[in-house]
């Protein structure tokens, strides 16, 4: 890295728009995470991106647009299902991967010839897309393979004095990452589960053949960004079931609602996800949970899954990366 500069946290969109423009990267809210933004036309800013996260260029970046009717600037020969999916579910967490139009640079799409496209949720960061001429590539305002930022405040706990502003949106309403599909011209197949579920997906086209979410068993290299390690703590994490098996010493334990923690005896530290079950609740607790284990110097942690239907697929797909052991994927 450069020189270490000062972090800025605000609301000033012009400032934002100012930063984006002289290809530096900001932070910037969405309703899914935080994400740090740099125009996606530009390579140098997109460079800037990779260099703060630490992020290998084999991941490609998803690019923020602000409206439905941009596809067609970074994208090329749009299935009419890809037009149907962003009119019902944008703004909002899903992300549509297409062929790419050239005018997006490789750096972006790690080379490959299909561009991921979002409209976010999020009422700071439209304003700030429709003052700019150019999109937002934006991953996660996060090292790479750490816990995703909900809050501004989590963004500056790890990149401060890396970039020059974050703008201050409040915490994140979905809290983890948008649903990413690739859409064929009669079939969707789900890349990564997130924020829109398979059901959402599937009662808005009762006809349409969704090919539900794969998990990943192949090389993380050959699979840009479903790596099998990722927004993991510092803290280790272990699903309750292999409880008898481990010859750790657990020091807390995370529980999916409120009320299965009050029917376990243990006498551990208790955490819960949800008051009563709500999936939204879920979501939005989960990254802000598991920051604050590591703040607290937690080292063993226990966790019960969420029921697996609706967004718990996308919380359990989460808490599955979170604790799946570490490989190493960046040689140095
Ligand atoms: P992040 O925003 O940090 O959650 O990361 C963006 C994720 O989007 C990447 O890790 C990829 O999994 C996914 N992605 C971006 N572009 C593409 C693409 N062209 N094809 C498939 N997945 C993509
Ligand atoms: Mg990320």
Redesign the pocket.
């Known amino acids: 890295m450069g020189l270490i500069k000062p972090t800025n946290i605000g609301t000033d969109i012009f400032k934002a728009a100012e930063f984006l423009r002289n290809n530096e990267t900001v932070a910037i809210p969405t309703e899914t995470?935080y994400?740090l933004a740099a125009n996606a036309l530009n390579e140098e800013a997109v460079a800037k991106i990779f260099e703060v996260?630490n992020?290998p260029f084999f991941?490609?970046?998803?690019?923020h647009i602000k409206n439905v009717s941009q596809i067609s600037l970074y994208a090329r020969d749009v299935p009419n299902l890809a037009l149907q999916l962003a009119e019902e579910f944008w703004p909002g967490p899903l992300?549509l991967?297409l062929k790419?139009q050239g005018i997006v640079p490789d750096l972006?799409?790690?080379g490959?010839d299909?561009?991921?496209l979002r409209m976010p949720n999020n009422e700071m960061t439209l304003e700030l897309l429709n003052k700019l001429d150019f999109p937002l590539a934006?991953?996660?305002a996060n090292p790479f393979t750490y816990v995703?930022p909900t809050s501004a405040a989590h963004v500056l706990d790890q990149l401060d004095g890396k970039i020059p502003y974050i703008l201050d949106g409040g915490n994140c309403q979905v809290g983890i990452?948008?649903t990413?599909v690739?859409v064929l011209e009669d079939t969707i197949e789900i890349?990564?589960p997130g924020g829109i579920s398979e059901d959402a997906l599937r009662d808005f086209l009762p006809d349409v053949n969704v090919v539900e979410f794969q998990e990943i068993t192949s090389s993380p290299i050959s699979?840009?960004?479903?790596?099998e390690h990722h927004y993991s703590p510092f803290c280790k994490l272990y699903p309750a079931e292999i409880y008898s098996q481990l010859n750790v010493s657990i020091d807390a334990v995370i529980y999916w609602s409120k009320d299965s923690k009050k029917k376990s005896n243990s006498t551990m530290e208790a955490f819960y996800l949800t008051e009563d079950g709500n999936f939204l609740e879920g979501s939005k607790n989960l990254f802000a949970l598991l920051r604050r284990l590591d703040k607290e110097n937690f080292n063993n942690v226990l966790f019960e899954w969420a029921p697996n239907e609706n967004l718990g697929v996308a919380i359990n797909d989460r808490l599955k990366r979170a604790s799946a052991k570490r490989v190493s994927i960046i040689k140095d």
């Open positions: 995470v994400g996260k992020r991941d490609p970046l998803i690019v992300t991967v790419k972006v799409t790690s490959g299909t561009v991921a934006a991953p996660s995703s990452e948008s990413i690739r890349l990564r699979a840009p960004g479903q790596l």
